[in-house]
Each structure stands twice: as C-alpha cells, then as structure tokens.
C-alpha cells in the first residue's frame, strides 16, 4: 500500500523545514509507524514557505508553497491520502479530482471542534462549500466515536461515510526508574501529582487547583507539579495559590519544560491530572500513561476512550471542583505502585506507535476495499 499524508496549514512561527521536522514529532512519529507496519511507502506533503525534500527512515517529506493536491501524485500515485484535519475542506476537494477514482481518501480530526462559533461561519454558502469538501473523503478518524456526532448533525459528514476510532497520536516515551526522576524533578508528594498543559481556559487549571485544595484535608502529604508552556491564566493561578493557605507550598509551577525530558517528569509523578473541558486526544495523557502515572481526568470522549472508560485511573466532570476532589482522593487510596504498572501495560498494547501504525494500517485497507467495491457495483452511467 502507498499512503501519502497531507498537511494544508502552514506554521507560520517556522521558517526552517528540518525544524517544523523537530517539532512534529506526532508527524515523523505516524508516518514511521506505518513504515513498521508494512506500508510499501509513505509520503508526507506538507504546506510551507518554501518548496524543499527530505528523506528520513523511509518517509519522503515533500513541503510545497502551493499545489499541494498536485504534490500527492509525485512519483507513485498513492492508494490512499490520509488528511490531517476537518478544516481543509477544499484541499479535500481538490485531492479527489487529483487521484484517480479507485484512490481512496481519509480525514483525520485532530481537535476541529465544531463549536456554536464554527457552526455560525459555516452557515449558507460556506457550509455547502465545507460539506461538498468533506464529501468527498470516504472516511473519518476521530479518537472517540462521540466526537463525530457534531459534524454529522450539522450535515458536513454524511451517513453514508464512515467513522473509525483512532488515537491521534503514539508515544514512544517509557518509565525512567523512580528515585531517579524525583531527583531529576524534584517532582515530590505522597501522592505526587503532575499537570501538563497550557494555562488557559479550556485546560481550566484553576478548577483543579480549587479541587485539590479541597482534597488536601485528606491528602495532606499530597502535591502539585504543573508544567506548561502557554501561560495566558499564570496570574490568576498565582492569585489563587497566594490566596490559599493550603495551596502554598504544596503548589510548584514547574513551567516550560524540554520534551525530551517529560519522560522522568512523568516516571516522578504518582498521579496525572488534567481538566480539559475538550481535546482531540491528550498527547500529554498518552505519555503519562506510558510512564505509568495513574490518570485523574476528566469525562470528555477523547480522556474516556484512552482510559477505558476511567477504569485505569478515574475522570470526572468539567468544571467540578468538589468531582475532581472526589477522584482524587478514590484513586489514593488505592495501590497507586499496582495501578500505575497496570496503566504502562495497557499503553504497551494501545498507545505506542507500532501499535497505531497497526490500527491505521487496518482501517486504511478497509476503507480502500470499500471504496473499490461502490465502484465496482455503481450503475454505468
């Protein structure tokens, strides 16, 4: 099979190809994925500044300043183009009169919620353009079956198109040995927990704090290491910690840390938190859980599917402090050393990168063979 992945957005912030590499890490990781897992090639086409190529570990990247649709049919007319994201609409469109008809197209979600906002620009006109876009693919991958009921409902996926589970993501992080990563951290608590995620309203870090604040009175060895880069709710988290006599001290804002070395800030951490009102999937959760930190999170589709449900760990409800608190006390007073090797088995056989290129693998084969058998029984014109 040859797969070629698309990429329409452009990051502006990067200007270098080999760096925009560097930081797509979840990009080079899927597409050597699916090298491993027996794909006959693999291409990427990403949007960029400038035209340029690389070749790493079997995967041609091809950055294009425009004509990405044109780009795809590069050497080998692939059987499949794999799109990242809901929101490209007419680059889908123009893949599917790119490639001949028995070629088949996914679209990946990775986070396009389709909020009341969106769902106001893509009223009239708009809308018709978007839905004939996406109409085009044959099939969608989102990281929970839920998170495709809003674009099925606004009409933008059709019946007749097929949905498939997905993670967004694998990780190929693994546990450092623990002593070692307290004292690489400084990450401490009995229980130890860890944030990872940008300060801001969606990732709600003032509802977790006001939920550990309260479960201090029974966890009075416990504390918080959060560790983020986007800071846009830092004084008000400040203002909160400053406020509580309970919260200081027990409370370190770690800031930004270098990705490589999240894996013994993970492997330090008894217990992950996390109080995202949505996500695509939850890069940092797939880590946490391959470093074997137990999960507290919330109940939103993409954190239940990748904690069976909350049977690894335990979710609880956005925005509620006092159900957070709750969990968290539940889930100390379990055998936190037994549930967090549970947890790093269970990310063995679900979230490392084999096993994603293995369950894309999967789902494009069938998405392929269902494509060629409408065109084998649609009536002649």
């Known amino acids: ?90 680059c889908v469109w123009r893949l599917r009169r790119a490639v001949p008809d028995d070629r088949a197209i996914v679209v990946q979600d ?62 190929a992080f693994r546990a450092v040995p623990r002593a070692a990563a307290r004292q690489a951290t400084g990450v401490s608590g009995s229980p130890a927990l860890l944030w990872v995620g940008r300060l801001d309203a969606n990732k709600d870090p003032l509802t977790v704090l006001v939920g550990f604040e309260r479960a201090l009175a029974m966890l009075p060895n416990a504390r918080l290491t959060m560790v983020y880069g986007d800071d846009t709710l830092l004084a008000e988290v400040n203002t909160r910690i400053a406020a509580s006599s309970a919260l200081e001290g027990r409370v370190r804002l770690a800031g930004a840390v270098p990705h ?33 930190a137990v999960p507290v999170v919330t109940d939103i589709p993409s954190f239940a599917a990748i904690t069976a449900n909350g049977s690894l760990g335990a979710t609880w409800t956005p925005r509620d402090a006092e159900a957070f608190a709750r969990a968290l006390a539940e889930v100390s007073s379990r055998d936190l050393s037994a549930l967090g090797r549970r947890v790093s088995d ?19 084969r069938e998405v392929i063979a269902r494509r060629r058998a409408r065109l084998t029984t649609r009536p002649a014109a």
């Open 110 to 171: 990775h986070g396009n919620r389709l909020d009341a906002e969106r769902r106001g620009v893509v009223r009239g006109v708009r809308h018709a353009l978007w839905r004939r876009g996406l109409r085009s693919a044959d099939a969608f991958l989102f990281t929970a079956t839920g998170q495709a009921a809003s674009w099925r409902r606004a009409g933008l996926i059709s019946t007749s198109q097929q949905t498939y589970t997905a993670l967004e993501a694998g990780t």
């Open 260 to 292: 490589e070395r999240m894996p013994e800030f993970y492997s330090a951490a008894d217990i992950f938190v996390a109080g995202s009102h949505h996500e695509g999937s939850g890069y940092a959760l797939l880590e946490a859980c391959a470093c074997g």
């Open 1 to 90: 099979m040859r797969v070629v992945q698309v990429n329409a957005g452009v990051d502006e912030r990067v200007k270098d190809p080999e760096e925009l590499l560097a930081r797509c890490f979840t990009l080079r990781g899927w597409s050597e994925a699916l090298v491993e897992a027996g794909a006959r090639s693999v291409g990427v086409v990403q949007r960029f500044h400038r035209d340029a190529t690389i070749v790493r570990n079997g995967v041609r990247y091809l950055f294009r300043r425009r004509g990405v649709a044109a780009a795809v049919r590069h050497g080998a007319v692939p059987d499949l183009v794999h799109v990242n994201g809901l929101i490209f609409p007419a």
């Open 346 to 364: 269970h990310a063995d056989r679900a979230f490392r990168w084999p096993a994603v290129g293995r369950r894309a693998m999967a789902i494009y």
